[in-house]
């Protein structure tokens, strides 16, 4: 079992410049989620997913979308990247009805120029 | 408004000394806590956790303690071992809901 994983591991873009980062899960989970880490900011949760075809709204939305193609895959896309988005983005998945815990794939680190 | 606080960004301990981590919560709808370590350019990973019906768990050297009167819980390694050194945070989640709140973590380093 790979747990979860994402792509790219590493990613430098410019301002106004748009692009996806994937994350896929192989433990049978319904719920996926999209954090950021900030410097000083603790992890802040961007989007989530309850099971395939539903998402919600986390706690710092605003310029994200996301798409959960299927019940592995739950991508994150920036349409316009800011500097403010320069951020590392983990990827996590819990199973139902479970204690709460969640299992996170290894991160992204997106600089924006 | 923060709703779960790790008041301490640091906290430096000797080898085989104990560690306290601590963490206070203001949302009384929370029913569940976990602590999650995390390495630099690594993911957080769970460590313990929690449920607000008990007051204490124990796992090896970890062992979280919940005071709900207070609103507080904290995290204690004993004894605290070098390859502890990371990033601890603070979870919680509640009414119904599977998202964790996280507070803003405290980086423990243990010093041989």
């Known amino acids: 079992n790979a747990g979860v994983t994402q792509t790219p591991k590493f990613q430098v873009l410019k301002t106004g410049q748009s692009m996806t980062l994937q994350c896929a899960q192989d433990m049978n989970h319904n719920s996926m989620y999209w954090y950021r880490q900030d410097p000083g900011m603790g992890l802040r949760l961007i989007y989530y997913?309850?099971?395939?075809?539903?998402?919600d709204k986390g706690e710092v939305p605003n310029g994200y979308n996301v798409s959960r193609l299927n019940k592995r895959e739950f991508s994150l896309r920036l349409e316009s990247a800011a500097p403010s988005q320069t951020s590392v983005y983990f990827c996590?998945?819990?199973?139902?009805?479970?204690?709460?815990?969640?299992?996170f794939g290894p991160g992204t680190r997106l600089t924006v120029l | 408004d923060q709703q779960v606080k790790q008041n301490s960004p640091s906290l430096s301990v000797q080898e085989g000394r104990i560690s306290i981590l601590n963490c206070d919560y203001t949302n009384s709808m929370f029913d569940y806590f976990l602590w999650y370590k995390k390495y630099p350019a690594e993911g957080p990973t769970f460590l313990i956790s929690?449920?607000?019906?008990?007051d204490k768990n124990e796992d090896g050297r970890f062992t979280v303690f919940l005071n709900k009167s207070a609103k507080h819980l904290s995290l204690h390694i004993v004894p605290s071992q070098p390859g502890d050194s990371a990033v601890y945070f603070c979870?919680?989640?509640?009414?119904?809901?599977?998202?964790?709140?996280f507070g803003k973590g405290t980086k423990l380093t243990v010093n041989p």
């Open positions: 996590a998945s819990s199973p139902d009805r479970g204690r709460g815990e969640q299992f």
């Open positions: 997913s309850a099971s395939e075809g539903t998402t």
């Open positions: 979870a919680a989640k509640g009414g119904g809901s599977e998202k964790l709140v």
């Open positions: 929690i449920s607000s019906i008990k």
